[in-house]
């Protein structure tokens, strides 16, 4: 099960920072990948930060400057750090744990959504 920890969402303001955090307990999977997407009010579900158990990162163009991702792989654990916050920034945020075979990667669970507003 994939569950958001620490922060859990709620109201920043622009410039401000948020850090959310992912725990995968219980997982039957060794888990490669940890992400998080998020879906803004009238758009598709996109990535914002994918850290892999080697420590690779990727980024979504519109945070790579301003977010952060990092894990324990110890615990199972990711963190998104997102500074410098904008209005479209807001969305429901999404971690996402995956796994690796060949060439593919596979999507194994789904954290609970949270709800980052950030406003004024």
């Known amino acids: 099960e994939v569950q958001a920890a620490g922060v859990w969402g709620g109201l920043v303001q622009p410039g401000g920072s948020l850090r959310l955090s992912c725990v995968v307990s219980?997982?039957?999977?060794?888990?490669?990948?940890m992400s998080w997407y998020r879906r803004a009010p009238g758009k598709q579900r996109e990535l914002v930060a994918t850290i892999t158990s080697g420590g690779f990162t990727n980024y979504g163009d519109s945070v790579k400057d301003r977010f952060s991702i990092s894990r324990d792989n110890a615990k199972n654990t990711a963190y998104l750090q997102m500074n410098s916050l904008k209005p479209e920034d807001t969305a429901v945020y999404y971690c996402n744990a995956a796994t690796h075979g060949g060439t593919m990667t596979y999507s194994r669970y789904w954290g609970q959504g949270t709800l980052v507003t950030v406003s004024s």
């Open positions: 219980g997982s039957k999977f060794v888990i490669n990948d």
